[in-house]
């Protein structure tokens, strides 16, 4: 069996401790897992610049494991899940590229060296905020300030040079990565917010959640129409937020360029929803 | 201390921050003139001066820790953080962070709210600025403060865009100093959406 070591260190998450490369790489305590050797279908930091295949490299970061994708090939492990949290996890970059394709248009991740330590900085939290559901927790990352500079420099090098002149960011998460990207392209920061926050007059949209509707608001005058538009928030999961931020941007006649999350889970295909709308993404987590 | 008297005065940028802070009357309620930072967070430039002077504050204080107090404190905050190499901490309204928090309460007008943080965030003895848009009562800071020193945290100043001194001539919250840009503007004539 392999050794689940929880870190007293806040800023890093819980490890399964495996001897990967990459963990040493980052500083963590590595050895001691019982996977002899390298396992199929791992990613080693030095691989992932290996642009003509398509390796994957699973983080686990879950205290507790269910099951190990089949990918891993030998050596994969199973241990019979304790009844917290039976949840399949892992974080999985790859070398996915935008593709041109009709149904998977403008959905790009982003693949870069700088991707492993974000990824690994964000921290899962099983059972938030309900039983199942195996919450995403950004605050981690924000605690290392590599890797929150990081998360913003890949955002502001893709968006430097594309006039863009609206950061519209979705509260509360959203507030966090929204301001340093406009200051750093000269764009305007526009705060999407739930109701009765905003002062003065604003447009509404409302919004499916898994029980009922929520409202998000934005301030009438803005944007102006015509304003290129990047709509920003930490996780796209259903894709229900973004939605209404892209319907409340659209009604003033904006042009919403892209949406950027720092966290995509795909199997919710929240970028179904977007419709045309492309969607850029740092980490795609199943 | 008011930016102004500490080091800036005459500094056209505090000029341009105060204007471009947009008035609401009568917002959340009658009687209340509300100061909009998000106008200032629409003039590019004005929101960059108003992260410049902070940073040109902070950054050589050895400053570890920006606490950022929910919402608008997580406008400011991270770019301050970002600048000084410093890690950001959200204070965050009851049930919003997940795993394990320690709680503040504090008083409101009518009733009470609570503040939370996340446990480990903050070591002992790390340096910390605590940022929020605006300081009126300095109930909220002043629970933030409490929360970050529970944890053995130094808080070095609690910054603010906008504020006044809660006691004419005292500039401390807690004993802790309060640093501000701007005061609150009465009138809404000088900023148009």
């Not at chain 1, 608001?217 to 937020?241: F, K, Y």
Request: net charge neutral.
């Amino acid at each position: 069996m392999f050794n689940v070591e929880e870190r007293g260190d806040f800023s890093r998450s819980v490890f399964i401790n495996i001897n990967s490369p990459r963990r040493r790489e980052h500083g963590y305590v590595g050895g001691g897992g019982s996977w002899g050797g390298k396992r199929k279908g791992a990613v080693c930091r030095e691989e992932s610049n290996n642009s003509d295949v398509e390796e994957r490299c699973i983080t686990y970061r879950a205290p507790y494991v269910t099951s190990l994708l089949s990918t891993l090939g030998t050596g994969a492990l199973r241990f019979n899940p304790s009844s917290a949290a039976a949840v399949r996890t892992g974080t999985r970059y790859s070398n996915m590229a935008a593709s041109n394709s009709d149904h998977n248009q403008g959905y790009t991740v982003a693949k870069d060296d700088r991707i492993s330590r974000i990824s690994s900085s964000i921290r899962l939290i099983p059972d938030f905020p309900k039983p199942g559901i195996m919450f995403q927790d950004i605050t981690t990352m924000l605690l290392d300030p590599v890797a929150f500079r990081d998360t913003i420099d890949l955002f502001v090098e893709r968006y430097k040079e594309k006039n863009i002149s609206v950061v519209a960011g979705v509260e509360a998460r959203g507030f966090i990565f929204g301001p340093p990207i406009a200051l750093a392209i000269g764009a305007k920061f526009v705060p999407m917010r739930k109701p009765n926050k905003l002062p003065g007059a604003v447009i509404s949209e409302e919004y499916s959640l898994e029980y009922g509707t929520d409202i998000m608001e934005m301030h009438v005058g803005a944007v102006q129409a015509g304003e290129r538009t990047l709509v920003i928030d930490d996780l796209i999961a259903t894709g229900g937020t973004l939605v209404a931020a892209i319907k409340l941007l659209e009604r003033v006649g904006a042009n919403v360029v892209e949406c950027a999350c720092v966290i995509e889970l795909p199997d919710l295909k929240g970028r179904d929803r977007l419709g045309d709308k492309p969607l850029f993404v740092l980490v795609s987590s199943i | 201390m008011f930016a102004e008297e500490n080091g800036l005065h005459g500094d056209p940028r505090i000029k341009a921050i105060s204007d471009a802070i947009r008035v609401v009357p009568h917002f959340p309620k009658p009687g209340i003139m509300f100061q909009d930072i998000t106008t200032l967070l629409l003039d590019p430039k004005a929101f960059r001066y108003t992260v410049d002077i902070f940073v040109d504050r902070y950054r050589d204080k050895k400053i570890s820790v920006v606490a950022g107090v929910e919402a608008r404190g997580f406008i400011f905050g991270p770019p301050i953080a970002l600048a000084i190499g410093a890690k950001f901490v959200p204070l965050r309204k009851p049930r919003k962070l997940p795993g394990e928090v320690i709680s503040e309460s504090y008083v409101l007008e009518y009733g009470t709210d609570c503040l939370e943080m996340h446990v480990g965030a903050v070591q002992p003895g790390e340096s910390v600025l605590i940022v929020d848009d605006l300081v009126a009562t300095g109930g909220t800071l002043s629970a933030a403060i409490r929360l970050l020193e529970r944890v053995g945290a130094e808080v070095v100043e609690c910054a603010c865009v906008i504020g006044l001194p809660l006691v004419k001539g005292n500039w401390r919250l807690n004993g802790v100093p309060l640093y501000v840009l701007v005061e609150p503007r009465l009138d809404d004539l000088e900023c148009t959406l």
